[in-house]
């Protein structure tokens, strides 16, 4: 899933972060209970990921499985930008390991908390089909980060959006962020040539 280790995106600093297991505890000489596995499988516990981690791991489940390395960089065109100089051609780094039935599933799930659930109020009436996910990330000062990921269209995805707002409380603040980001987006590609399908098909 690239979660919890360094996505090779061209920016410099970036951190790993962490999944949380026995094995993270073991490092820090910190012991892990069955408790810890319940609050890890709703994404709590100790785990460290990154926003560009979580954008490209939406990409990852929007596409259908596959996980491309980021990149901030389509192209390089020369000066008067009549041709292009170097290309960055799209690399995979992985597969999902998971049968279509259970995708279908998230990203049903996904829809459902855009449309009908802690989303609707942003979504629910928003004229492209959009599938997201709102979140609460705790943090040691007793504060939260408001985090929400999202892709659109739902049926045929172009986009993949993850927002974070440090000590912003709940998804519930950062969704109209993405919904911001998506009316520029479309706006832009309504007034563009369209894409040809093999780059419709990455989104990430």
């Known amino acids: 899933m690239g979660l919890g280790e360094k996505t090779g995106v061209e920016l410099t600093g970036e951190v790993a972060g962490n999944v949380a297991g026995p094995e993270s505890r073991e490092k820090e000489a910190r012991r892990w209970y069955d408790g810890n596995t319940i609050q890890a499988a709703i994404g709590q516990s100790d785990h460290l990921f990154t926003p560009i981690q979580m954008a490209n791991y939406i990409a990852t489940i929007a596409n259908g499985g596959t996980r491309y ?22 690399e995979v780094l992985g597969t999902l390991d998971i049968d279509k039935e259970s995708l279908d599933a998230i990203k049903a799930g996904m829809r459902s908390a855009a449309e009908v659930g802690t989303a609707s109020s942003v979504f ?33 995805p172009e986009i993949a959006i993850a927002v974070v707002i440090e000590h912003g409380g709940s998804g519930n603040a950062t969704a109209p962020v993405a919904k911001a980001i998506l009316d520029t987006y479309f706006a832009h590609q309504a ?12 989104i990430g």
Do not use: Q, W
Not at 69 to 82: D, G
Not at 132 to 155: E, L, W
């Open 191 to 202: 007034d563009a040539a369209p894409l040809p399908d093999d780059e419709m098909s990455l």
């Open 69 to 90: 390395k980021p990149t901030l960089v389509r192209a390089i065109n020369n000066y008067h930008n009549t041709e292009i100089v170097k290309a960055f051609e799209p």
């Open 124 to 156: 629910g009436n928003y004229p492209v089909k959009v599938a997201g996910k709102t979140g609460t990330a705790s943090i040691s000062s007793g504060t939260a980060n408001g985090v929400f990921v999202c892709f659109a269209p739902y049926d045929n």
